[in-house]
T-cell receptor, first 117, second 111 residues
Framework: NAGVTQTPKFRILKIGQSMTLQCTQD?????MYWYRQDPGMGLKLIYY???????DKGEVPNGYNVSRSTTEDFPLRLELAAPSQTSVYFC????????????????FGPGTRLLVL | RKEVEQDPGPFNVPEGATVAFNCTYS??????FFWYRQDCRKEPKLLMS???SGNEDGRFTAQLNRASQYISLLIRDSKLSDSATYLC????????????FGTGTRLLVSP
C-alpha cells in the first residue's frame, strides 16, 4: 500500500492564480481531511469528508474548496491564491465506523509546500 | 487560550537521558488523547494513544490526568533518532469528533 499520496510536493503560485492539490489514499478509509500547518502553529483543519459525496468545513475553509467523488480521492482547490495561503498542506485519512468520530489514527500524506508570491 | 498548549522547547538532552513533556488541554469534553511525532519537514505520525490508566510502549510512557487536564510523555534512554517534534493531540467528544493538534514540543538529542 502506498498509503496517502499528495501531489505536487512543492509549488510557487502568483497572487490570484488557482491550483488543485491532489490527494489519494489506497487504504479504503472513509474519512479524509485537509490541514494546513503554518510555522509555530498547530495543524488547522480546512475541510473534511466522511465519505464519497459528503464534505464539510473545518476551522479555516475560506479560500478553499473540496470535492469527494470517490473514496480514494480528495482534491483541494485554491481559487485566487493569496500570500496568506502560503503554508504546508497535509492530506490525511482515517477509518471510523461511527457517524461522528474522526477515527483515532489519522494517516498523513507527505505534504505539499505552497508559496504564494 | 489555545485548546491544546505545549511548551515549544527545544529540549536539548544528551543520548541516554530521560526527558518528559507536558501538554494541557482546555476542553473538558475531550475524550481521547494521543501523541504524534513529526520529523523535520515530514508528516505527523501516531506515536501512541494515551489511556486513563497510563500506558507504556518500550521507552515511551504516556500519562493522563483528567482532573488537571494534562497529559505527559516520558522518553527514557533517549536516542539520536528521537529528535523530532512531538505533537499533543486531543479528540473532542462533541459534534464532529475532530482531532485538535498542539503546536508541538521540539526535542533535540545530542551525542
Amino acid at each position: 500500500n502506498a498509503g496517502v499520496t499528495q501531489t505536487p510536493k512543492f509549488r510557487i503560485l502568483k497572487i490570484g492564480q488557482s491550483m488543485t492539490l491532489q490527494c489519494t489514499q489506497d487504504m479504503n478509509h472513509n474519512y479524509m481531511y485537509w490541514y494546513r500547518q503554518d510555522p509555530g502553529m498547530g495543524l488547522k483543519l480546512i475541510y473534511y469528508s466522511v465519505g464519497a459525496g459528503i464534505t464539510d468545513k473545518g476551522e479555516v475553509p475560506n479560500g478553499y474548496n473540496v470535492s469527494r467523488s470517490t473514496t480514494e480521492d480528495f482534491p483541494l482547490r485554491l481559487e485566487l491564491a493569496a500570500p496568506s495561503q502560503t503554508s504546508v498542506y497535509f492530506c490525511a485519512s482515517s477509518y471510523s465506523i461511527g457517524a461522528s468520530g474522526s477515527g483515532e489514527t489519522q494517516y498523513f500524506g507527505p505534504g505539499t509546500r505552497l508559496l504564494v508570491l | 487560550r489555545k485548546e491544546v498548549e505545549q511548551d515549544p522547547g527545544p529540549f536539548n538532552v544528551p543520548e541516554g537521558a530521560t526527558v518528559a513533556f507536558n501538554c494541557t488541554y482546555s476542553n473538558s469534553a475531550s475524550q481521547s488523547f494521543f501523541w504524534y511525532r513529526q520529523d523535520c519537514r515530514k508528516e505527523p505520525k501516531l506515536l501512541m494513544s494515551v489511556y486513563s490508566s497510563g500506558n507504556e510502549d518500550g521507552r515511551f510512557t504516556a500519562q493522563l490526568n483528567r482532573a488537571s487536564q494534562y497529559i505527559s510523555l516520558l522518553i527514557r534512554d533517549s536516542k539520536l533518532s528521537d529528535s523530532a517534534t512531538y505533537l499533543c493531540v486531543v479528540r473532542r467528544n462533541t459534534g464532529f469528533q475532530k482531532l485538535v493538534f498542539g503546536t508541538g514540543t521540539r526535542l533535540l538529542v545530542s551525542p
